[in-house]
């Protein structure tokens, strides 16, 4: 047994029926984990844990009171959290496939592109990312974090195993990775997709997000993991990729994709449109109903992953053609206009001028932006963004994205620092009326591109979280310009 924690609770003859760092999940036999947290501190719920039938409590903090209760003080309380969920769980993740994506951009694009592949070469496939959790194909929950947490991961991992998953495809987030939630996760393929600036109010350099990354394809060399035929997955094209791969040189098998460098997977006659966007791929034509170039990039890592996995390629390639998209990643909202609307995820200037790169080639009308910045979040990104929206956009509806605890004011101050000089944009705080502005803006042939929320279904003001739907709004809008 490797759980300090179990240990503990074998000597004290307990029984645990559960695990849980949420008081309000507490049920008789279980252990509580007392975080302390940004905005919450669990030593506060120790009482409220044990009324509930709480049999053990760990933290990271020295015993407050005489708790009738055995107390676990651990002064590495990610790492004890991790170790307890894998043993209690039975270890699962040693039982199916995993396969970890990591990097700035396209973690989410290649998870839904490779389930796609994946679940076409016969497989039942499990996705946790971004979006939503997924078991099978069937979606079980919607995402709080990229990464789940150690304790409610490998119960999500329990309960892949006895559903039999074949594979699972995660969003590894250099947070994740940091924090020790994956740790006993025996990957058997990593992907790395890119390294752009974000996350730094976190890592503060790129070095540390780097090294964050790292950690990853690390684990695929850890003694620990005993899968075969492990494999890492690299963009060459890539800087950072390409310092991955002199460091798994001779320790794993290596597989690399790109556009430009010389790869083992390179695609080539990129031909873009508006509708999706067509390669080739060793001989073989290939379609993707997403658009840009970076999507093609997304597109090889599925293939890769697919090949990894034991599905040929021919038969990744008809996957990709089939699947009509990714929630929220340049989202064409279509309801017979005469003009584009893009619903994008775009949340830093990188990705936000990834999306104009690839309107680029089609635009004949007037390019119109709606976009904000997420509060208690990296300021650095701001006057980047704004600047970019101006420089881009014929016209720029700056308004609110996830303000949080934050005072919008602040982040609107912060971003215009970037739009001095310009004078095609308007602040509308209120994002609905931002978006019905833009709509109404629009005229034949224009593109609407609707930036920084993507997927999201809800937006959080101050303390509170209210349904909010980009594309639904969008169709709302549209809905009355047509009226």
Same mark, same amino acid.
């Given at each position: ?140 929950? *919607? ?45 058997? #393929? ?147 206009? *005469? ?86 944009? #308007? ?57």
């Amino acid at each position: 047994m490797i759980s300090r924690v179990l240990k503990f609770a074998a000597e004290k003859n307990l029984t645990l029926t559960g695990l849980t760092f949420n008081s309000a999940e507490v049920r008789p036999g279980f252990c509580f984990f007392a975080l302390k947290g940004v905005h919450h501190d669990g030593n506060l719920f120790i009482a409220d844990a044990i009324e509930k039938g709480a049999v053990l409590i760990v933290s990271a903090q020295p015993a407050a009171a005489d708790y009738k209760v055995p107390f676990f003080l651990s002064e590495q309380i990610d790492d004890d959290m991790a170790d307890a969920a894998y043993e209690f769980y039975g270890r699962p993740s040693d039982h199916f496939p995993v396969i970890g994506i990591t990097g700035t951009k396209g973690k989410t694009s290649i998870s839904y592109l490779s389930e796609a592949v994946l679940a076409r070469g016969g497989k039942k496939v499990s996705v946790l990312g971004t979006i939503n959790y997924r078991i099978n194909g069937r979606v079980i929950a *919607d995402a709080p974090n990229t990464t789940p947490l150690a304790l409610p991961l490998f119960k999500l991992l329990h309960q892949m195993q006895a559903e039999k998953t074949d594979a699972l495809v995660m969003e590894v987030s250099s947070h994740s990775l940091e924090q020790r939630r994956v740790k006993h996760i025996h990957f058997d #393929t990593a992907v790395f997709t890119n390294l752009q600036r974000d996350h730094l109010d976190f890592h503060h350099t790129f070095e540390n997000y780097f090294a964050a990354k790292k950690k990853l394809f690390e684990e695929l060399l850890s003694p620990e993991n005993h899968k075969p035929n492990k494999t890492a997955i690299i963009n060459i094209d890539d800087a950072y990729g390409r310092k991955l791969v002199e460091f798994l040189k001779g320790k794993v098998r290596v597989i690399t994709y790109g556009l430009e460098t010389d790869a083992d997977y390179q695609a080539t006659d990129i031909k873009e449109s508006l509708n999706g966007t067509e390669f080739v791929l060793h001989g073989t034509h290939a379609k993707i109903n997403l658009l840009g170039k970076h999507n093609v990039y997304n597109a090889l890592a599925a293939v890769c992953i697919g090949v990894a996995q034991g599905v040929d390629e021919q038969t990744a390639l008809a996957a990709l053609a089939d699947l009509p998209g990714v929630p929220g990643r340049m989202e064409r909202i279509h309801e017979a206009q *005469d003009f584009f609307v893009f619903v994008d995820f775009a949340y830093t200037d990188e990705s936000l001028q990834r999306a104009y790169k690839t309107i680029e080639n089609f635009k004949t009308g007037k390019v119109i932006t709606v976009f904000g910045c997420g509060g208690d979040r990296d300021r650095t990104k701001r006057p980047l963004m704004g600047r970019t929206a101006c420089t881009n956009s014929d016209y720029v509806f700056l308004t609110n994205d996830n303000p949080r605890t934050e005072d919008p004011r602040q982040i609107f101050t912060d971003i215009q620092v970037g739009m001095e000089g310009f004078s095609n944009y #308007t602040t509308e705080p209120d994002r609905r009326k931002a978006i019905f502005a833009a709509i109404a803006k629009a005229e034949k042939n224009d593109i609407v591109i609707i930036a920084g929320k993507g997927h999201e279904q809800t937006q959080k003001i101050g303390h509170e979280v209210f349904a909010f739907s980009d594309q639904e709004t969008v169709r709302e809008a549209l809905k009355e310009k047509h009226v």
